[in-house]
Structures are given as structure tokens and as C-alpha cells.
């Protein structure tokens, strides 16, 4: 057998080397995207995002803020029209910037207003089982938060298709309470679903609930003013602020005409009318919850974009965009500082998907480049540069 020359165990050595360095610089590159566009890229954007300051007089500078996240329409796919890489990417999504708000903006309750799932009207027992356990994994959250969720269409049905069993296998997962006090502010979560008016057992039980709710807000407000007696007397008291009103379905308008904003509705779909019961609750219900309960604000979703519009005598909805890559390219959340005569809201913006695609492609591309450049069919980027600085020098 003839011997090895030392030059072919060095021309291996060398061939070896530039493999390893390679492999090397390709980890790096596939790492360091991942963990960008996976982990970093939510700090990044969501650490810009300040909680809203509330301007409070000097004699109510002894009231506590409370700090309030709401969003909307997060749509977990269930096992119908969920395909798993959209379910995979889409929730990561959300678990990221969730968990990543949680930690950066530290809230002290957090509101979803609706259509958390996007097969709830259908869902078989097992199925809906399956979707509810991704939901606490993708929104946990520490025991001193408080998550409050409001039923949607998509949760129980339109109201031709809601029943009380799947109103109660929602309400057995999520606190059925319709009034939510804290810090002094009055929160009322309604099922906008069973708003129709037309005397259904369901839609009966919900307006008789409200009207509690408006008695008991109206009783707080005279016993503010030390006039609590008659029916009144026995009522439980509370804090007699107006309420917050959050439910999924908007309050009656017209159309998306007059929003405007990054994430309001395309310029195409805006002048497009709204169905009542559909897209809007109809002007009747809008009015009876603006008679029964005088809010000073109304949060809301379903619609998917964003739009701020007054209702009578000047009170402001705002509806807060979806939650989910699915439904928007820029997802978004509202922050509430909350105080029992004021409130500050501010949004927050999560990553475009938009730019972590492009990311990726960048990175692809750069990968391709690497390769190229190692097996000899383009030139080192360094080495092009360098010849054409001497070639410059030398002209």
C-alpha cells in the first residue's frame, strides 16, 4: 500500500476546516434569525409601548389608577378550518406578545372581548375541550391578573344558532359575571349576542340582567348623593362611577366611513354598509344599553379594525383590532389607565408580520449567498470588494 502524502492530509485538513466554518456560519445565521423574529422582535416593539397617563385633579389625587389591557377577536382555530402550520404560527404569535405584554407592562386585568375561539359555535365536546386547554396555555398568566373574557358569535353562534348549552360551556370556562368592580371603576361585560329584541328565552334572561345592573349602577349613583332610600335601600353598593361598557357586537353606525387610523378597516371596505344584528347591534339595542346604562365608555371588538366613533351625547366606543396574524398584518391592544372619574387609553402595536416574513427572506437569502460563495459559483463579497478598491487605487 502506498503511503499518504502529507499534502493530500493537509488539502483534507483544509477542506474540512472550511466545511466546519461554513456549518458554522450557518448556525449563526439560522439561530440568530430565529431568535429575532421568534423571541427578541416582540420585546423590541412592545417595549415601546408606555401605559397612558390619567390627568386627575388635585382632589381625587388619592385615587388608585387601574391598569387594564383589552383585546379582541384572537380566533384559536379549531380543528375544522384550522390548518395546523396557520394554528402553529398564528398562535405562537400570540402567545409570544401576550406573554411578552404581561411581562413588560405588568396589567392588573385583562379583557377579551370576544370571538376567542373561531369554531365555538360548532365544536364538538372533544374539540371544544382541545381549544380551551391551547387558550390557557397560549393566555396564562399569573395569579394577581385578572383575565375577563366576553362571549362572541363565534364562541356560542349568531343568535340562531346560540343555545343555552353552549352559553353555559363558555360561561363554565370563563366567569359568566356581567358586573366587574375594581379600584373604584364599574366594568359591564355584556352578551351583545343575545341583544335581538325579540323576547327569546336567552335574550330575555340577558335583558333582565342588565336591568339589575342598571338599577344597582343608578342606586349607587343616588346613594352618592345621600339620597339612598326606597327601592334603593337594600341594593348592594357600589362604586358610583359611570361604567365602562365592553361587549363584542359595536353599537349601531353605519358604516367604517368615518374611521381612520393604520389599522382601520382598507379604503375599500370602509363606505360598505353595516348589517344590524350582524356586523352592528341594531339601533334599538344600541339606544336601550345607552339609556340603561350611561357609560362613559364603550370598548368593543368583531369588526377586526380599528374605528373611535361617538354615540348621543358624545359618549366614545372604540373598536379595539384583532388580536391575531390571521385577521391583521399589524395586530394591536388597548391600555386603560382607570380611574373612577377618568381614564387614558393608549394602543400598542405588536410586530408586522409583514416584517418577520421579511426577515426570513433576508435571511434565506443570505444563507443562499454563504453556499454559493463556499462552493466557488460567486465570489466572496469581500474578496469582489477588496479587488475592486486595489483596482481603483491603482487607476
Known sequence: MAPIRP???????????????????????????????????????????????????ALDSGQKTLKAMFLADTHLLGEVRGHWLDKLRREWQMERAFQTALWLLQPEVVFILGDVFDEGKWSSPQAWADDVQRFQKIFRHPR???????????????????????????????????LFSWKGTNFVMVNSVALEGDGCHICSKAEAELLEIS?????????????????????????????????????????????????????????????????????????????????????????????????????????VPSFSWRNRNNPSFI???????????????????????????????????????????LPSPFLYGWNLLRKFKTT
Open 215 to 319: 338599577h344597582q349602577l343608578n342606586c349607587s349613583r343616588e346613594q352618592e348623593r345621600g339620597s339612598g332610600s326606597g327601592p334603593c335601600r337594600d341594593a348592594p353598593l357600589l362604586p358610583a362611577s359611570a361604567p365602562v361598557l365592553l361587549q363584542h357586537f359595536p353599537l349601531y353606525r353605519r358604516s367604517d366611513a368615518n374611521c381612520s387610523g393604520e389599522d382601520a378597516a382598507p379604503l375599500e371596505e370602509r363606505g360598505i354598509p353595516f348589517k344590524e344584528r350582524y356586523d352592528v347591534l341594531s339601533r334599538e339595542a344600541s339606544q336601550q344599553l345607552l339609556w340603561w346604562l350611561r357609560p362613559r365608555l364603550i370598548l368593543s371588538g368583531h369588526t377586526h379594525s380599528a374605528c373611535e366613533v361617538l354615540h348621543g351625547a358624545g359618549i366614545p366606543e372604540i373598536s
Open 144 to 178: 394577581h391578573v385578572q383575565l375577563k373574557v366576553v362571549v362572541g358569535n363565534h364562541d356560542i353562534g349568531f343568535h340562531y344558532q346560540m343555545s343555552t348549552y353552549k352559553i353555559k360551556r363558555f360561561e363554565k370556562v370563563f366567569n359568566p359575571e356581567r
Open 335 to 377: 391600555m386603560g389607565s382607570m380611574t373612577p372619574t377618568e381614564y387614558a387609553l393608549a394602543k400598542c402595536y405588536l410586530p408586522h408580520e409583514a416584517t418577520v416574513l421579511a426577515t426570513y427572506c433576508v435571511a434565506a437569502g443570505l444563507l443562499a449567498v454563504l453556499l454559493l460563495v463556499h462552493s466557488g459559483l
Open 7 to 57: 499534502g493530500f492530509r493537509n488539502q483534507d485538513l483544509c477542506l474540512l476546516k472550511r466545511r466546519s466554518f461554513l456549518l458554522l456560519k450557518l448556525t449563526a445565521v439560522v439561530f440568530a434569525t430565529l431568535l429575532f423574529c421568534e423571541f427578541l422582535i416582540y420585546y423590541l416593539v412592545i417595549f415601546r409601548c408606555d401605559w397612558p397617563k390619567v390627568k386627575t385633579p
